[in-house]
């Protein structure tokens, strides 16, 4: 009886402390690379994503990064200034990318992405709320089955407070050691919501429900280490392009997970014996 009891405690006690959210960015990039039926999505979005990012970054660290390196010297510590220079330019560059690109041109196929994932992993039925899914179960593509979007669908809404909070953020980077992590924590905060847009909109959330929901203690602290490793990745020169497609299919991953542990808890909680007065 107590062996039982003993793993039974270990399980409750690693539910209640530790998330796995920060892995699903990265189990996104998995996903993609081994599900053949994403591979479209990407090639028609590859080329003109790449170049853009390549060339926004190529022009920052060409002419801002040395300037901006002297002047970080004057204050920090031997070899800092390099550091920390370079995720100034990083971040500049991917503020310009989702200014210029990310909110008109991907925001459609990261939908898609999304949508598809649900679909293959046996969540159409929250699909068939926003889109069509077609019936057809001998289509193991799950792109060909969902139809068009329905109007205002949306991965990540454009957000003028979070382009106004990474403008203020990015000073963080002169500070020596500290300023990077912080700078990352801080708009991973603001992301991890915004990357589970469309998980709310085929729950049919309102605004006061989605707020709620992001809110709660463990939620708020999962959505911080999704959109953290997030933010990371989108500082990767030229692959954060690409990144912005796999983080669709590892949001999309970590609303399973989500579902999941949802219906395992109502299961719980019904296994729960009634309560009565008896002594």
Same mark, same amino acid.
């Given at each position: 009886?107590?062996?039982? @009891? ?8 690693? @539910? ?45 660290? +060409? =002419?801002?990064? *040395? ?9 920090? %510590? ?47 039925? *929250? ?26 669908? =949306? ?10 909070? +990474?403008?203020?953020? *990015? ?6 050691? #500290? ?7 801080? =708009?991973? %905060? ?32 999962? %959505? ?23 983080? #669709? ?25 009634? %309560?009565?007065?008896?002594?």
């Amino acid at each position: 009886m107590a062996q039982n @009891k003993a793993p039974s405690t270990l399980k409750r006690f690693a @539910k209640a402390n530790f998330s796995p959210a920060f892995l699903y960015p990265l189990k996104g990039i998995w996903y993609f690379a081994t599900h053949r039926y994403l591979h479209p999505l990407l090639r028609s979005r590859l080329l003109p994503l790449t170049l853009l990012s390549t060339c926004i970054l190529a022009i920052l660290f +060409l =002419t801002a990064y *040395l300037p901006l390196v002297a002047f970080l010297a004057l204050f920090h %510590y031997s070899g800092s200034a390099w550091v920390n220079g370079t995720f100034f330019i990083l971040g500049i560059g991917t503020l310009l990318t989702s200014m210029l690109f990310e909110a008109l041109f991907v925001d459609g196929t990261q939908v898609d992405i999304f949508d598809a994932v649900m679909v293959a992993e046996g969540y159409e039925h *929250l699909v068939k709320d926003r889109r069509p899914v077609a019936d057809n179960i001998d289509e193991s593509d799950p792109v060909k089955r969902i139809g068009p979007r329905e109007k205002g669908a =949306t991965f990540a809404p454009f957000s003028f407070r979070q382009i106004i909070e +990474l403008i203020l953020l *990015l000073p963080l980077n002169f500070v020596p050691f #500290a300023g990077v992590p912080l700078f990352l924590l801080l =708009t991973g %905060y603001r992301a991890g919501p915004l990357l589970n847009w469309r998980y709310f909109q085929l729950k049919g959330f309102d605004k006061k429900r989605r707020n709620l929901y992001i809110k709660t203690k463990k939620r708020r602290f999962e %959505y911080l280490w999704f959109g953290t490793v997030y933010m990371v990745l989108q500082l990767i020169p030229v692959l954060s392009m690409l990144f912005l497609l796999t983080s #669709a299919a590892g949001s999309a991953l970590w609303s399973v997970h989500v579902e999941q542990e949802s219906a395992q808890t109502t299961e719980e909680e019904g296994m729960l014996p009634e %309560y009565t007065d008896d002594a």
